[in-house]
């Protein structure tokens, strides 16, 4: 029998379905596991031992009753920003503390029916503003691989679950790369589907023109089982697409030959760190060792404005969205002001952390009068040429292939003083979020910093609604490779 | 560009966010220096290009004007710090 804790989702399946094990088994051993390293991790908020204990019973009664499902009885964690009714959903922010919201995101009910065990809410920066997890109101989550350093973010809760065998898949929110960077980071599989493909109801707003939920999963293969679940149409959110689900396992094995990649110049820019650049070169050539037919140098020359693109438009949209925290209808609420408007002001003010505050600020002056124009609407259609410019790539690439981060985990504290240095993190991975596209984080080697290995993270981005086509890649490039079977030094 | 402290100080009345001396101070530094990393933008050309708000092609997205069940109105101000008789209740806005 092999580790428990180690196991994909579809080999749990295959060991449930084989009565090898039950999910009550899986889920005690993913509690287990988090009861004897989540001290040192922190990946969790919120651990819910008893709904978990009694979702897996329920899961191996309908497998004993004749169910069978790839997810039926299989642990997960959700990331702190989507609702679960009855379960505190915290936002990592003290504004959400104690909030327990009256229904289900959509999302977290299709993974229920599913007959998903969810072990309990991850931790994440603030709002899911941040690159490094370090913004949660409640403490740093810590990188499995090294306990010095960040696990990334925003997700960085939910991707340190996975990498440590807390949770044998999790769920993040990816809005400029918050499920993508982690996943680099942690050496996990994290994906962010097409925008529109998966629906953000009971998905806490940031900005709502670039949020998305994905998956992280330990291969593949079972990226691409979660996607079926999660994806589809839904009519409690208006920006959901309504088009067709394929089965994503489809074209899994179908393999790269023939398939054109691409390789944006502007992703492997000379200051990239060396061994990050290594990595990604032998992933390069692995994948034309496989029949790819690899192009480097593709333009995407408006790439180093999408930085200012997506750190004008998602602020301007959170400033929007964070308007309902005003102590009044729910969350933290200071009440011994002057009057209604101090109580509002103090509210925000003790209830936001420094960043949500900064990004609040950021947007509301973008879209102030006198600078909407400058600003807001530049933005905007600087948003339309870059869209153009993928557009362009995808004419001729099938995919396109580069790095997800500049550089592998930091170390914690490294970047907290310094907002733009930590949002230069990111820069490989909004442009994906700003044109709408599905991307991918696969695993693509380690780099040694000290007596540490970090993992380094590939990046495949795809045309809109074709995540089969970067799963396909993803998992035929994960074949030559076993990086998946190296676990941290927890 | 560089902003200075009234305009931080209007901006966080803007944004209803009170702010301590020493986090005006931070932000005012902190969001001068971002600013002035988005002067990049002067320098892509945007003459007749139409803005993108979000990318998919779905406008004007009807719902069927179908009757449901709301949330239970005891459920949702149970959330609330303030209530009166099924009412959010505030305090005075002109007092």
Not at chain 1, 280 to 295: K, P, Y
Not at chain 2, 24 to 29: A, D, G, K, P, Y
Not at chain 2, 61 to 70: K, N, W, Y
Request: proline share 6%.
């Amino acid at each position: 029998m092999p580790e428990l804790t180690s196991l994909t989702a579809h080999a749990a399946a295959a060991l449930l379905r084989a009565r090898e094990v039950s999910s009550r088994e899986l889920t005690e051993a993913a509690l287990e596991r988090i009861g004897a390293v989540d001290g040192r991790v922190h990946a969790f908020l919120t651990v819910t031992a008893e709904n978990a204990l009694a979702q897996a019973d329920a899961a191996d009664q309908r497998r004993a009753a004749g169910e069978d499902g790839e997810l039926l009885g299989v642990p997960v964690a959700l990331k702190d920003v989507l609702i679960t009714d009855g379960v505190r959903t915290t936002c990592g922010s003290k504004m959400l503390e104690h909030f327990v919201a009256p229904y289900r995101g959509t999302v977290v009910g299709k993974l229920f029916d599913a007959g998903a065990v969810m072990v309990g809410k991850t931790n994440m920066d603030e709002f899911a503003m941040g690159s490094s997890t370090e913004n949660s109101a409640y403490g740093a989550t810590h990188n499995p691989w090294d306990l010095q350093r960040v696990p990334g973010g925003s997700s960085g809760g939910s991707a340190a679950a996975v990498a440590a065998g807390e949770a044998v898949y999790a769920l993040g929110s990816d809005t400029g790369g918050s499920i993508r960077q982690p996943a680099a980071l942690c050496g996990v599989v994290g994906m962010k589907p097409t925008y529109g493909r998966v629906s953000r109801f009971g998905l806490v707003a940031f900005a709502s023109s670039l949020d998305q939920i994905g998956p992280f999963t330990r291969d593949v293969r079972d990226t691409a089982l979660v996607l079926n679940a999660i994806c589809g149409h839904d009519a409690c959110d208006a920006t959901s697409a309504p088009v067709a689900v394929p089965d994503f396992t489809a074209q899994l094995e179908a393999g790269v030959r023939g398939l054109r990649i691409g390789v944006p110049k502007e992703y492997l820019p000379p200051d990239l760190d060396a061994g990050v650049r290594g990595c990604v070169d032998d992933a390069l050539a692995a994948l034309e060792a496989q029949g790819a037919h690899i192009e480097r140098d593709v333009p995407l020359p408006s790439t180093g404005a999408a930085l200012a693109v997506y750190y004008i438009i998602a602020p301007s949209e959170a400033s929007a969205n964070l308007a309902r925290y005003d102590g009044v209808k729910y969350g933290f609420a200071y009440q011994e002001g002057a009057g209604m408007w101090d109580n509002m002001e103090k509210t925000r003010g003790m209830g936001f952390g420094a960043e949500v505050k900064r990004r609040i600020m950021l947007g509301t002056y973008a879209l102030s009068s006198g600078y909407y124009d400058a600003y807001y609407l530049k933005a905007q259609k600087v948003r339309t040429v870059i869209r153009r410019e993928f557009d362009a790539a995808f004419a001729q690439y099938d995919a396109l292939v580069a790095p997800v981060t500049p550089t592998p985990a930091f170390k914690i504290g490294e970047k907290a003083d310094d907002p733009y240095a930590m949002y230069l993190n990111d820069v490989f991975t909004l442009p994906v979020n700003i044109a709408g596209l599905p991307g991918i984080s696969v695993p693509c080697g380690f780099v040694a910093a000290g007596a540490s290995e970090l993992p380094v993270g590939l990046q495949i981005i795809g045309k809109p609604f074709d995540e089969g086509t970067v799963l396909r890649v993803a998992r035929a490039y994960e074949q030559t490779a076993d990086w998946s079977s190296r676990t941290p030094p927890l | 560009m560089s902003i200075d402290r009234e305009t931080v100080l209007h901006i966080a009345k803007l944004a209803r966010i009170a702010l301590t001396d020493d986090e005006i101070e931070l932000f005012r530094s902190q969001l001068s220096d971002i600013l002035g990393h988005f002067d990049v933008l002067d320098g892509i050309d945007t003459d007749g290009i139409e803005p993108t708000a979000q990318i998919l092609p779905l406008e004007n997205v009807f719902a069927p004007d179908v009757s449901r069940p709301s949330l239970p109105q005891a459920e949702v101000l149970k959330l609330a710090p303030l209530t009166d008789d099924g009412y959010l209740r505030v305090r005075a806005v002109l007092e």
